[in-house]
C-alpha cells in the first residue's frame, strides 16, 4: 500500500534553516509528481511546493527564493530545503501523492 512517511520537522530560530524528507513506497515513486503542503492552526491546508518526474518545480509566493523542493528517486524521496525561516512558516507540513497524504511533520519558527 503506498505510504508516505516524512521527518526532519523542529524548532528552529528565525533565520534558521530546516530540511524536510518523506520516504515514499507502494508507487513507481520515479513516474510522478509530488507536493509539499502545510497547515498552519486555524488555517486551510496550503500548497507550499510540487515537483513533477521530470523535476521541474513550483513554489507559493510566500516561500520562493527560500524553500527549494528536490527529489531523489533512487531513495524514493523527495525532500524540502528550507532556509530563512520565520515565524508564520509555522505549520504542519505534509507531504501528498495522488490522492494520499503523509503524517505530517511539525515545524516550529520561534526564538
Not at 6 to 27: I, M, T, Y
Not at 62 to 89: C, H, W
Request: charged content about 15%; aromatic content about 14%.
Amino acid at each position: 500500500q503506498v505510504q508516505l512517511v516524512e521527518s526532519g520537522g523542529g524548532l528552529v530560530q528565525p533565520g534558521g534553516s530546516l530540511r524536510l524528507s518523506c520516504a515514499a513506497s507502494g508507487f513507481t515513486f520515479s513516474s510522478y509528481g509530488m507536493r509539499w503542503y502545510r497547515q498552519a492552526p486555524g488555517k486551510e491546508r496550503e500548497l507550499v511546493a510540487g515537483i513533477s518526474s521530470g523535476g521541474f518545480t513550483t513554489y507559493a509566493d510566500s516561500v520562493k527564493g527560500r524553500f527549494t523542493i528536490s527529489r531523489d528517486n533512487a531513495k524514493n524521496t523527495v525532500y524540502l530545503q528550507m532556509n530563512s525561516l520565520k515565524p508564520e512558516d509555522t505549520a504542519m507540513y505534509y507531504c501528498y501523492w495522488f490522492r494520499y497524504w503523509g503524517q505530517g511533520t511539525q515545524v516550529t519558527v520561534s526564538s
